[in-house]
């Protein structure tokens, strides 16, 4: 016999092997039907893995998050078993539960279509029909490495394994696999599954090597969960920058032209046009002075900053010409400094605010690439801003507001603040431990002071400093930095930058790196996902499209009102094809243009237009200058609606 520990400290005694299916059930059979998995004593316990020994229970139910990973876990084993019997050369990669889903890589000579999908579901549904249980053994390296003699991915995994090391491996009928485990224990229990996608994967992520299939899906304990997971991939998709930005001639990428190398089109050009308007002025009216600085920049200076040492790899390699080394900049930091340094600056011109739309260039790793969202080239709306010490403090507040400010002005939440701190890795993080003692107990001080709710992130920080990121949540559901305000003491140093106190001496500066909304890419990527395309009217490429009912009676009116809204600065056309009415109207929502202007013989008789809000049914006839003072309004309060 063994005794069990239950959470609520109560104790009983069962017979050495009792399973946790028979542990639940001995308490109540609708808690043996609820029951996935076990937690024992720390340990991931199947729901049919034996429990011989005096342990601490705790019955893992569908209610437990963890239980819905053990779910998924085993639908992915199933989905192997099922691949290996309709492609009998497949060999496997690894399997994982992830959130609400799970994967697995396959090597196969037959490619995976998503068209092969219900065939392997049809397949799982078999499988599970035949309640096979899922059961655990154990072994030794050497005994693992023999039961997989023909599984060359499984085998590197055993290899890389500690040599002492107990080798868990799972069987279902004919289907093996090496697995730590955590398992539903039969096969019966997996119902509510579907799987969605197929997709590249290297072998261990490591682009060197083999490029599996990897087949996503996803598994629940109710079909209603399934289903509204369903329909949250569906709303998700229907987000996906990528593919709104390329219906509604926002960007585009194309493979001839290079990876992670967005084309603005004439829709998105538009709005970063009227962003970077936005951008100037906002600085403009904090103090901000705009520079526009060269997109390379030579060797030696990138040396100087320090970018040359520890962050060579996020660069472009340098280009030579005659005897000058160049580089496609990665950052303008060292541009500003040299700008900061032409002149003689006394404490009296400090802080300096140096702003730039910054074009840069970035090699991020090509799996990292995700539409606009990381790309190679991009522009960021940057700042330097050159500060006394005693200026830290409220400078870096001051930035943090603007922030603030223009998040709201967007439209967009922020899903928290992370303060992003150096750890050990040495070649990642300049090596002055004083400079980075001072700047961290600074960031940490002020964060506090002012009440800002942050969380910590250690080994994130710049190389030449720590950094307040704000992070926004995308659509996705990806995390991902919006804006940033980052302590530097490091460039003023290797650049000598100086000002003249009030004493006569010379001092040494600080610097704050600021991203104010990142780069027009990532921003364009969280505007269109957040808005699902349609964006409130100060931002809209084109803010009204103006219908005529009839081309030539009403064609000279049309043009008389366009005509007024270009004269308003409002961004206007005409649509005069021939066309049916009905068919316009519907083609000026798929381009979710704000109003649809219908100009019919009533409007023309009374000098009146009758409009219609995107993703509104009610019409609404006024005079003209009623509607061109409405939109003005609505431009300068940046007005949004959330629901449209
Ligand atoms: C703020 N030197 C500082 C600058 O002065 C700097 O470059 N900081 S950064 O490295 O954190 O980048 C600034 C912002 O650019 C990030 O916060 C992020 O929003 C955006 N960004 C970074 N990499 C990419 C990329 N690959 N694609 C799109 N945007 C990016
Ligand atoms: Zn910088």
């Not at 329909?231 to 194309?254: M, P, Q, S, T, V």
């Not at 538009?270 to 997109?295: C, F, I, M, N």
């Amino acid at each position: 016999m063994i005794d069990i520990t239950f959470k609520d400290g109560q104790i009983r005694s069962f017979e050495a092997g009792v399973t946790p299916e028979e542990v639940a059930e001995s308490i109540a059979k609708s808690l043996k039907k609820k029951t996935v998995a076990a937690v024992v004593d720390g340990e991931l316990y199947d729901r049919n893995r034996p429990i011989d020994k005096n342990a601490t229970v705790a019955l893992l139910t569908q209610d437990d998050t963890e239980a819905l990973e053990v779910l998924n876990h085993s639908t992915a084993h199933v989905m192997a078993h099922a691949v290996k019997r309709l492609y009998p050369d497949a060999k496997f990669g690894v399997g994982p539960a992830i959130k609400d889903g799970f994967y697995y890589d396959i090597a196969t000579d037959h490619t995976i279509h998503e068209s092969d999908l219900p065939k392997i579901e049809q397949e799982m549904r078999r499988i599970i029909k035949e309640q096979t249980e899922m059961v655990r053994e154990e072994m030794t390296k050497d005994e693992a490495r023999k039961r997989f003699k023909d599984d060359p991915y499984k085998r590197e995994l055993i290899d890389e394994l500690d040599d002492g090391e107990v080798v868990s491996v799972y069987t279902q009928g004919e289907f093996v696999d090496l697995c730590r485990g955590g398992h539903v224990g039969n096969t019966r229990l997996i119902k509510h599954f579907k799987l969605l996608s197929v997709a590249g994967a290297y072998w261990r992520g490591d682009s060197d090597r083999t490029m599996l299939q990897r087949i996503y899906g996803t598994s629940w304990f109710s079909e209603e969960a399934l289903q509204n997971h369903l329909a949250l991939l569906k709303e998700r998709k229907e987000r996906d920058h990528r593919k709104l930005g390329k219906e509604l001639k926002i960007f585009d990428i194309y493979k001839e032209a290079g990876q992670g190398l967005a084309f603005w089109l004439p829709n998105g050009y538009t709005v970063r046009k009227v962003l970077e308007d936005y951008v100037y002025k906002l600085e403009r009216k904090a103090g901000y002075q705009h520079l526009s600085t060269p997109l390379l920049g030579s060797k030696s200076l990138y040396q100087i900053s320090g970018h040359w040492d520890h962050y060579r790899d996020d660069m472009f390699p340098t280009m030579k010409q005659d005897d000058e080394e160049f580089v496609l900049r990665p950052m303008s930091c060292p541009h500003h400094m040299l700008v900061y340094r032409s002149e003689l600056r006394s404490y009296r011109d400090l802080p300096i605010r140096y702003a730039e739309i910054v074009t840069q260039h970035r090699y991020e790793a090509s799996g990292a690439l995700t539409g606009l969202e990381r790309v190679r080239a991009m522009t960021l709306t940057d700042s330097h801003i050159f500060v006394r010490k005693d200026q830290i403090k409220q400078e870096v507040l001051a930035a943090y507001t603007l922030i603030l400010q223009a998040i709201h002005d967007l439209g967009l939440d922020i899903d928290y603040v992370e303060l992003a701190l150096r750890d050990e890795s040495k070649e990642k993080f300049h090596p002055n431990d004083e400079l980075w003692d001072e700047a961290e107990t600074l960031m940490i001080e002020l964060l506090e002071e002012a009440n800002i709710e942050h969380t910590v992130a250690l080994g994130e920080a710049a190389f030449y400093g720590p950094k307040i990121d704000i992070q926004v949540r995308t659509a996705m559901d990806r995390v991902i930095t919006m804006s940033t305000v980052q302590l530097d003491f490091l460039m003023p140093e290797r650049f000598d930058l100086t000002y003249i106190g009030n004493d006569g001496n010379k001092h040494r500066p600080v610097v704050i790196h600021r991203g104010l909304i990142s780069t027009w890419e990532r921003l364009m990527s969280i505007l269109l996902e957040q808005y699902k395309g349609a964006f409130p009217t100060w931002l809209a490429p084109l803010q009204m499209r103006v219908i005529p009912v009839d081309n030539p009676s009403h064609l000279d009116y049309a043009h008389a009102l366009n005509d007024r809204f270009f004269d308003e600065d409002f961004r206007s056309d005409i649509d005069q094809r021939e066309e049916k009415l009905g068919y316009k109207i519907r083609d000026a929502q798929t381009q979710k243009i704000p109003y649809q202007l219908v100009i019919g013989d009533n409007e023309v008789k009374d000098q009146t237009l009758t409009y219609r809000r995107y993703g509104e049914k009610a019409q609404h006839t006024v005079p003209v200058d009623e509607f061109v003072a409405m939109i003005h309004h609505e431009i300068r309060a940046k007005r949004y609606d959330q629901n449209r």
